[in-house]
C-alpha cells in the first residue's frame, strides 16, 4: 500500500509519462486520420494528454484483425490453463503498476488517490486474477439420456465482441467488461469513454506484457455517437456489453436489431433506494448512508440516493446524516484525505445545479449543502447536499441525478417502505437497516434490485454477479455467472449404432 503524501503525488504526476495513443493489435498507435483531442483533469480543468480520436476506419482495422484472430485460434482455442497463466500475469503487472495506474485514474477522473488505489486498481486485479483462475475449473455437461445416444452441452466463445464503458469507473468497468471476455476466448475491442480513457490503454499495454496475443485486444478511444455507434450496428461483432446510461442502453438494443442481433448486456443506471428502520444500529446506518450517496461525488450506479426512513426517527436519523455529511466535503483528489472530488465536468456539475433548483421548486426541503464550491480552482466541485420532505412522485426521487444528492423520504410501515423502494424504472441495488433478521429478510427479498445489503451498502466482491433488474440493465459482471453474457451453449447429440 502507498503511503505517498500530496507533494509527492504530486511530483509523480509531474514526472509521468502519459501515452494516449490507441491500442490496435497489440500496439500503441495514432488514429488513421492523426485526429486527437485532449482529455483533462477535472480537478484543474488542464489538459493531459491528447488521446487518438478513433474513427469507422479504426474500427474496421480492429473488427477485421479480431476476427482473423478467433479464426485463427491463437487465443480462442488456446488451453483454458495457458489463457488463465496469462491473465493471473496481467493482473500481477496491474497490482505492480498499482501507484501509476491509480495516479493516471485519478488525474483523469478526479477520484480521490485514496479510492483509485485502495478501491479501482484493486477491484481490477481481483477480477482479472479471479476470471483468470476460474477459467480452468469449468466444467461443460452431460445430460441424462438413454444409454444409445450421448448429449454434451459446451460453452463457446462468442467470437468477436465490443466492449464501450463509463467515465465514472473507468478502470473497474473496463476490468469487469475484459476479464470475462478474455478468459472465455473471445477478441474484444473496448471503447473507453471520451472523458476517461487513460486507465484501460495502460492496461492494455500490460495485458501485451503479459503475454495476450497480438489481435486479441484493442482499446480505441473515440466518440460514443459515432465510433461506438458504429461498432454497435457492425454486421461482423457477435456481441456487445455495456456500463453506462440508461438512455444510451436503449439505444444499443435497437442497434442490434437493427443489425445482426449482436448479444447485447447492460448495466445502466440506478435510483437505489436505502431503508432504514428504527431498530437499526443507527449509528452506522448514518455513516453508510452518507458513504452510499457522496462516494465518488455520487456518480455511482449503485449510489444510495433514496434515503427512506422509519418515521419514528425521522429527525434524528436525518440529523445524524447531516453530521456525517460534514465529512464529505469536497477536496483535491491528489491529497490522501480527501473523500471526494470534483465532478466529471462543468456539464455533470450543471447538471447537479439544475436538479438542486428542480428540488426547491417541487418543495423539498433543503437541510444541507446545495451549491457548487471551491469555484477558482478550474475544477467543478459540488457540496454534498441534503433534501428532506421528498416525496417519491418529485424528480429528485425519480430520476438518476448522477451527483452528491440525497432524497430523503419516510414511511410507517416495512409495506410501505417497499411500495415506496419498488415504485422505480430501476432496479440495480439497495440496502435495509434493520436488527429484525425477520424484517431485513423480508424486506430484502421484497425489493426488486440486483443487488441488496442487509445492514450495509455497496457489500460485494469478484464472487457475486454484479446488475440491474428493470430498466437498470440484463447482464451480469462478475462471478461465474458473468461468462454466460460472453459464451454461447452448444448441444452436441451423439447416437450410437
Ligand atoms: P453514457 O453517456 O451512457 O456513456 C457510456 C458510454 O457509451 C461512453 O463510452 C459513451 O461514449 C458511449 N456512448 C454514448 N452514446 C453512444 C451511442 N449512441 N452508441 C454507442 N455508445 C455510446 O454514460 P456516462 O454518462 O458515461 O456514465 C454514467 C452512466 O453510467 C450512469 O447512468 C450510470 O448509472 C451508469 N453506470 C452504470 C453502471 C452499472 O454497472 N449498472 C456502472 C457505472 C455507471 P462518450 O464518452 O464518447 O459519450
Ligand atoms: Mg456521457
Known sequence: MSERTLNEWQAAATALKIDGRAFINGRRCSSSSGEARPTLNPAN???????????????????????????SGVWSRMAPTDRKMILVRWAELVEKHSDEIALLETLD????????????????????????????KIY???????????????????????????????????????????????????????????????????????????????????????????????????GMTFTGSTPVGKKLMEYSGQSNLKRTFLELGGKSPNIVFADANLEKAASSAALAVYWNGGQTCTAGTRLIVEESILDDFLARVIEESKAWMPGNPMDPATVMGPMIDAAQCNTVCEYVAIGRAEGAKLVFGGTKTMEGTGGHYHEPTIFAGVSNDMR????????????????????????????SIYGLAGAVWSRDINTAHKVAAAVRVGTMGINNYFGGDSTVPFGGFKQSGNGRDKSMHAFNDYTELKT???EFE
Not at 45 to 71: K, P, Q, W
Request: hydrophobic share 45%; net charge negative; with cysteine.
Open 492 to 494: 452436441t447429440w451423439i
Open 109 to 136: 477522473v478526479g477520484k480521490p488517490i485514496s479510492d483509485t488505489l485502495n478501491v479501482d486498481v484493486g477491484s481490477a486485479v481481483r477480477t482479472i486474477r479471479w476470471s483468470g483462475e476460474a477459467i480452468d
Open 45 to 71: 480543468g488542464e489538459t493531459l494528454t491528447n488521446v487518438a480520436y478513433c474513427n469507422a476506419e479504426d474500427a474496421n482495422t480492429a473488427i477485421a484483425t479480431s476476427r482473423a484472430t478467433f479464426e
Open 396 to 423: 429528485i426521487a425519480r430520476e438518476e441525478i448522477f451527483g452528491p444528492v440525497l432524497s430523503v423520504l419516510s414511511f410507517k410501515t416495512a409495506e410501505e417502505a417497499v411500495e415506496i423502494a419498488n415504485d
Open 140 to 238: 461443460d455437461e452431460i445430460t441424462p439420456t438413454s444409454s444409445d445416444c450421448l448429449a454434451l452441452v459446451t460453452r463457446e466463445a462468442l467470437g468477436v465482441v465490443a466492449a464501450i464503458v463509463p467515465w465514472n469507473f473507468p478502470l473497474s468497468t473496463t476490468a469487469w467488461k475484459l476479464a470475462p471476455s478474455l478468459a472465455t476466448g473471445n477478441s474484444v475491442i473496448l471503447k473507453p469513454a471520451s472523458n476517461t480513457p487513460l486507465s484501460a490503454l495502460r492496461i492494455a499495454d500490460l495485458a501485451a506484457e503479459a503475454g495476450l496475443p497480438d489481435g486479441v485486444l484493442h482499446v480505441l478511444p473515440g466518440s460514443g455517437g459515432s465510433l461506438g455507434q458504429h461498432l454497435a450496428t457492425h454486421m461482423d461483432i457477435d
